[in-house]
């Protein structure tokens, strides 16, 4: 549900509020920029996130600056942003991006026991599905000294735009290219650990994770 | 110079400090996440951003609650992250994320007269080189309706992961692929907006831009 600080105020009808278009936003990616205040300083910070239905998922360190704010009682803010091109209009001042973002608003709650255990599958199941049952699980020292904290995705929004430049109607007869630079994020070959064994292939789900993203 | 909330201090070998490392992480994309603080609740929202030798510049619309703040007195912080790879280690535990990120803390301050023009080329220089020279420049509307905010880099510092997963010594002998699946950031073919003259040539700054991103 929007709310008054979750509402998209510039150019409102880039705003979107239904949970399918944020949902295949926030699947899109694993990397969110994280928004703390320490010292009434806003501080942001690239994390790993997953989505787990109907909240978020961060995990990291107990012992970090940003952990603590995570689990306290502070509000914080995690954005998401893809970015899918350059937008070149004929007037410098109608450049623009297109992009899709989200934003999400909320107080993070730390997670224990067999919810905590379920959520480091979600988070390695999020960035590449099919890795957990490929990787060795968390044992009792690493789940203890890992801090897993869900943040509900009640105050959430997307904002999106798409589509060619909008020039001013007179700048239309101007001779300069216009258009759009299209931007993906593309995955390359894998590339093997040296200390791997020479014998180990590539698991079918890497390979599907590999064309899936039209991987080069 | 890195100073104490600039520091890094989870895994401080990640950690760099110096101009050449941090320009080359911004000067790499022309898309930030910023920070501000509203009502005590940290708001994160990506930006369009120019490094211009010693600061960044930031802009947008003077009403916007965002610009409000950039112009204000108050602290605010620039999040730039490249994503490099997803790190697949032999223990869940162990993944990681391969990424160049920068963090800049500093207060705003308001561009005005020639610097303000100069700062628009900028601004579209750092995103396409080549494309000031090839577009309308700013009429006397847009440059009195466009804030421009420069931030200085005083206060800046960079982390970075590269390379393979480190895994537990007793974990190699697993028999799980591990590795890294590159990301880069892909440029595609150019999109010629469909009001565009069907005569208009690719300039060559646009080939350049799309070959030396790799375009595909």
């Known amino acids: ?3 008054k600080r979750t509402t998209v105020r510039r150019l409102p009808e880039r705003g979107a509020y239904d949970r399918a278009t944020i949902d295949a936003i926030l699947d899109a990616t694993c990397i969110a920029s994280v ?19 109907d909240r978020l998922l ?9 952990q603590r704010v995570l689990r306290g009682s502070a509000e914080v803010c995690v954005a998401v942003t893809l970015i899918d091109g350059l937008v070149l209009a004929r007037s410098a001042a109608h450049h623009s991006v297109n992009f899709r973002s989200v934003l999400v608003l909320g107080r993070g709650v730390e997670l224990e026991g067999a919810d905590k255990q379920r959520a480091f599958e979600r988070i390695v199941e999020h960035a590449v599905p099919g890795r957990w049952a490929d990787c060795r699980q968390p044992n009792a020292h690493e789940t203890k000294t890992t801090q897993v904290i869900a943040i509900p995705l009640t105050e959430a929004s997307a904002k999106l735009r798409t589509g060619p430049p909008k020039d001013d109607e007179e700048d239309y007869a101007l001779p300069h290219w216009a258009g759009v630079l299209p931007l993906t994020q593309a995955v390359g070959g894998p590339v093997p650990d040296p200390r791997s064994h020479p014998e180990t292939e590539l698991p079918a789900y890497l390979m599907r994770y590999v064309e899936r993203s039209g991987g080069r």
């Open 1 to 3: 549900m929007p709310t």
């Open 35 to 53: 928004g703390i205040v320490e010292d009434g300083t806003p501080l942001v910070l690239p994390m790993v996130f997953a989505r787990d239905g």
């Open 58 to 66: 961060l995990h990291g360190s107990p012992g970090s600056r940003l």
